[in-house]
């Protein structure tokens, strides 16, 4: 089987309050906003995605970093936030 190779998002500055783009399926599109960025992890709300890939970390069904493996990636920061990320 073939890999496809993705686009990786440039999430290097992505803090909380940000809007992203979530592609789940490769097919559907999902407006997330970024609650949290911390240790190389870009929170939004329950879903956790890798910062340097956007790919989404879900240990229990085996996405992640790690593996490669995922159903669901960040392809993009739709709006930036006004505010430096701090709650």
Same mark, same amino acid.
């Given at each position: 089987?073939? +890999?496809?190779k993705?686009?990786v &998002?440039d999430?290097?500055d992505?803090?909380?309050?940000? =809007?992203?783009e979530r592609l789940?399926? %490769?097919?559907?599109?999902m &407006?997330?906003?970024?609650?949290?960025?911390? %240790?190389?992890?870009?929170?939004?709300g329950?879903?956790?995605?890798d910062?340097e890939?956007?790919? %989404?970390?879900? &240990?229990?069904?085996?996405?992640g970093r790690?593996?490669? +493996?995922?159903?669901? +990636?960040?392809?993009?920061? =739709?709006? +930036?936030? %006004?505010g430096?990320?701090? &709650?």
């Open positions: 089987m073939e +890999r496809k993705i686009d &998002p999430l290097a992505v803090k909380a309050g940000d =809007l992203v789940l399926a %490769e097919s559907i599109t &407006p997330l906003k970024v609650t949290l960025v911390h %240790e190389g992890l870009v929170h939004c329950p879903w956790t995605f910062q890939t956007g790919i %989404e970390e879900d &240990p229990d069904l085996g996405w790690d593996t490669m +493996r995922t159903g669901s +990636r960040l392809t993009k920061i =739709l709006e +930036r936030s %006004e430096d990320g701090q &709650p």
